[in-house]
């Protein structure tokens, strides 16, 4: 039995007092947010608040608590335990031994954000947060009043996540798992009702041995919608659609495909215009976020708006209006010279769908790639010839320092040094540097002065994208 079986629905928990435990990822910090909003004395510890989350905590008053120590746990509140902690943090182990009750903060979500709500569950490898970003915001345009909980800061939103008082609460169903007591994965806790699969890779190669193992955990996720709910599926992704079989519910597939019920048809002089088929009738389909990739989440979102109740017509001018979210293929300098985009790719196909979309979209700029292998999947020698494949759409490379290292038997780790060779047989120029101020310095020296430069990394990548703005500003 896990300790968090005992507790009854979050409404009848006795609890005013919360503590977060390692509060400064991104969720984490998101729900520690919505319950000081909601009245809770909240409180979290990190051993470091950098921006985004550790800004957004501070704007919302939230209060934080530098480093892991004991005296940081109130005696008479709930400890929400991060997946990122693991036994032998300090705090955790005060908590234990003092009996103090510990939730996960996927459990703490089910029970009070979505409890007995229909919950939209966005899943897949790629593109969960822009999905499930866009799916709010269209049945907010809507008038419907969701709640949601989005892995990111979204730009058209308010917060990232909000109880909201309708029927509907719309959350990105991660396969990575729960928390150090229980190891299935976070989707499965969230009741889906809704479902969207976008597509799935192998990932999170730390957790899974391989894509069979990560295939099983889609197909139980499946079998928890229930009969009248909804799963809408990548119709391009053939083992997407193979576990779309096992699901009691209706399913409605989106993608290029011609037999897809949300059918694109792209155009090959435009990366944010395409045309949309349902059944006998064809719309006008803009988003402004570029690339095949984010038009395919913004047709899933529609897809899943319109079975929840959602005018097409209301679902189409909402995604026109859609800005994104912060980190996916975020724009954060554009000149007439120079352009620099930041962007959460690490995984060589959304690597390859990034790059290819500014490739198209900049045609006379030289594209620099800088890329930092920092994931549990990145870091080991899996996807080398994707990676190299997906590089190769850059005119220059420059590959950062590989996390996590010593957790890596050198047979499988990522060589870098490989990559860079069959990339300059390729004619692309490489650099690669563990020192990011060595990273700014070789582009400042090699810049062709009309550039454009996609940052691609899971995390804060050594505060690159700030000494770039302020070295070249």
Same mark, same amino acid.
């Given at each position: ?48 608040? *950098? ?41 955790? #182990? ?40 866009? =799916? ?29 008082? +309708?029927?509907?609460?719309?959350? #990105?169903?991660? /396969?990575?798992?729960?928390? *150090? ?19 799935? #890779? ?23 919608? &229930? ?19 096992? $699901? ?20 090959? /002089? ?19 976020? &570029? ?6 989440? +913004? ?18 001018? $909402? ?6 979210? $912060? ?32 490739? =198209? ?11 930092? &292998?920092?994931? @549990? ?8 010839? /994707?990676?190299? #494949? ?26 870098? @040094? ?5 990339? /300059?047989? $390729? ?47």
């Amino acid at each position: 039995m896990s300790v968090t079986n005992s507790l009854p629905l979050f409404d009848e928990i006795p609890f005013t007092r919360i503590h977060f435990i390692a509060v400064c990822g991104v969720a984490m910090a998101s729900v520690a947010a919505e319950l000081h909003r909601a009245g809770f004395v909240v409180t979290g510890s990190d051993t470091g608040f *950098y921006p985004p989350m550790g800004t957004f905590l501070e704007e919302q008053g939230v209060k934080t608590l530098q480093g892991f120590d004991p005296s940081h746990l109130p005696d008479d509140g709930l400890i929400v335990v991060g997946n990122a902690v693991s036994r032998g943090n300090v705090e955790l #182990e005060a908590a234990l031994s003092l009996g103090l009750q510990l939730i996960s903060l996927s459990d703490l979500v089910a029970r009070r954000h979505i409890g007995r709500r229909k919950s939209a569950v966005v899943t897949g490898t790629h593109g969960k947060t822009t999905t499930t970003s866009m =799916l709010a915001h269209i049945l907010r345009s809507a008038g419907r009043d969701p709640g949601w909980m989005i892995g990111g800061i979204p730009q058209d939103l308010p917060v990232p996540c909000r109880l909201g008082k +309708g029927n509907e609460f719309v959350i #990105e169903g991660d /396969e990575y798992d729960v928390v *150090y007591y229980d190891k299935r994965p976070k989707f499965l806790l969230y009741k889906p009702f809704y479902a969207i699969i976008n597509g799935i #890779e192998f990932d999170h190669a730390d957790i899974y041995q391989d894509l069979d193992a990560i295939e099983l955990q889609f197909r139980r996720f499946v079998r928890l919608i &229930p009969r009248n709910g909804c799963l809408v599926v990548n119709g391009d992704d053939p083992l997407a659609m193979s576990i779309s079989k096992e $699901a009691f519910c209706k399913v409605i597939t989106f993608g290029l495909g011609k037999n897809c019920n949300y059918r694109m048809q792209s155009s090959r /002089e435009s990366v944010t215009n395409y045309k949309l088929v349902t059944e006998d009738e064809t719309s006008n389909i803009s988003v402004q976020l &570029p690339g095949e990739h984010n038009m395919k989440n +913004g047709v899933a979102a529609i897809a899943l708006a319109c079975e929840i109740g959602v005018q097409k017509e209301v679902a189409l001018r $909402a995604l026109a209006n859609f800005r994104g979210v $912060a980190r996916r293929l975020e724009l954060v300098v554009d000149t007439d010279k120079l352009k620099i985009y930041d962007d959460f790719a690490h995984h060589p196909t959304a690597i390859n769908g990034t790059l290819s979309a500014i490739k =198209l979209k900049h045609p006379n700029h030289s594209l620099w790639a800088i890329l930092e &292998p920092r994931s @549990n999947t990145m870091v080991r020698n899996f996807h080398s010839t /994707e990676i190299t #494949e997906a590089l190769s759409i850059a005119d220059h490379v420059i590959i950062g320092k590989l996390h996590r290292l010593d957790s890596v038997p050198i047979h499988q780790r990522l060589d870098r @040094n490989a990559i860079q060779s069959n990339l /300059e047989s $390729a004619g692309v120029g490489t650099f690669s540097s563990d020192n990011v101020d060595d990273t700014v310095d070789f582009f400042i020296r090699n810049r062709t002065g009309k550039d454009v430069i996609v940052i691609m990394s899971n995390g804060g990548f050594d505060g690159i994208r700030e000494k770039l703005k302020k070295r070249l500003s």
